[in-house]
Nanobody
């Protein structure tokens, strides 16, 4: 089972990026997919998550209104479109999956993609 995150890079403040997470090795159609991030010297934090049927998406307050999570089940890919990027958005972004909203733990994790926002 693999989650492969990509799309990170260096962007100026105010810019936009779209992160992608390609899943392979099993069917993730019924899983809740999420993005987390970890900034240097800080703990990993939740960014956004989306249900398997697109019906529910939740966001951290820090990115709400600036980010959109989406998924393409046919492509087994989840996306995070980020705009209005700020230097404090600089972090390694990880995608993750869990079996349901009620599940406590995300059981599958990608390797991370680095987003650097310059001021």
């Amino acid at each position: 089972v693999q989650l492969q995150a990509s799309g990170g890079g260096l962007v100026q403040a105010g810019g936009s990026l779209r992160l992608s997470c390609a899943a392979s090795g099993r069917t993730f159609t019924n899983y809740v997919m999420a993005w987390f991030r970890q900034a240097p010297g800080k703990e990993r934090e939740f960014v956004a998550a989306i249900s398997w049927n697109y019906g529910t998406a939740v966001y951290a307050d820090s990115v709400k209104g600036r980010s959109t999570i989406s998924r393409d089940n046919a492509k087994s890919t989840v996306y995070l479109q980020m705009s209005g990027l700020k230097p404090e958005d600089t972090a390694v972004y990880y995608c993750a999956a869990k079996r349901s909203w009620s599940a406590v733990n995300y059981i599958y994790w990608g390797q991370g993609t680095l987003v650097t926002v310059s001021s």
